[in-house]
């Protein structure tokens, strides 16, 4: 087995990555793994572990997290999936390239996918996200409540003599308290509507998501099915967005070998 982390450079942007499997021009298939936010390569190694007979593995580190420096402007996930076009383009593979996302590495494939429909064969996209959440009257009152009342404490915070820190922390999630100098990537990502990105997509694409999901519930997979026009999606009894890729990773290695074979 083939492994190791390496850096490439595109426009002075760094791209950390592992690799691993067959690295051979044998291998019937490239995986390309890219993870949630938050997270980096090593939360999807345990998934692309059981695969590495199907061919050779690229773990990703999105710029910002694990090895891999934040970038220098506010990017969106399609500067994200225009880097990763730039990797795949510099690392030329006879083998057809599955992308498989977690989360906001869902998000980057989509866009990967309908931008570059030459570098992808097909998808796999775990708990993915893209598409805004369907909330009922009062969810969306709640919100609306919740935003108004932190931007109007936030106002009064230096006449009051209030910490800012602490107003956060009270009411942000816990993705925007954690995200440091990416908070405004994280703030420009969850704001996109990738409804028209996913209905140009071409290739196969299987969508998975937990039952018990409350990030990524399984109505957005339900919709992203709908528009995608060759998907399917599974849904998996008594698992949520991070079981997944943990107790609930064999379910998922069962439903892409299977996408695999038909792909």
């Not at 980096?40 to 059981?50: E, I, K, S, Y």
């Not at 997290?65 to 970038?71: A, E, H, N, R, V």
């Not at 006879?94 to 996918?113: D, E, N, P």
């Amino acid at each position: 087995m083939n492994t190791g982390t390496n850096t490439q450079t595109y426009d002075l942007k760094a791209l950390s990555y592992d690799t691993m499997g067959n690295s051979g021009d044998e291998a019937n298939w490239r995986f390309v793994w890219g993870h949630g936010w938050g997270q980096n390569r090593h939360a999807m190694a345990a998934l692309a572990q059981t695969f590495l007979a199907f061919g050779n593995h690229i773990l990703l580190d999105f710029p910002g997290f694990g090895d891999s420096p934040p970038p220098a402007e506010t990017w969106t996930t399609a500067d994200y999936a225009n880097l990763c076009a730039d990797f795949l383009k510099a690392h030329p593979s006879s083998a057809k390239t599955v992308w498989i996302g977690h989360s906001f590495g869902g998000r980057v494939g989509l866009q990967l996918a309908a931008r570059n429909p030459d570098l992808i064969d097909a998808m796999c996209l775990i708990a993915a996200a893209g598409l805004p959440r369907q909330r009922s009257a009062l969810e969306k009152a709640r919100i609306t409540c919740k935003v108004y009342t932190y931007k109007a404490l936030k106002n009064l915070a230096p006449i009051l003599g209030m910490d800012t820190g602490k107003l956060r922390d009270r009411f942000g999630s816990a993705d925007y308290k954690a995200a440091g100098a990416m908070r405004d990537i994280l703030i420009k990502v969850v704001n996109e509507d990738l409804s028209d990105v996913a209905r140009t997509i071409r290739c196969p694409v299987q969508l998975i998501y937990g039952e018990r999901d409350t990030e990524t519930p399984p109505e957005i997979g339900r919709r992203l099915a709908d528009l995608i026009p060759n998907a399917q999606i599974s849904v998996l009894n008594g698992q949520d967005h991070y079981s997944v890729l943990a107790e609930g990773r064999h379910q998922v290695a069962k439903r892409l070998r299977d996408f695999l074979g038909d792909a």
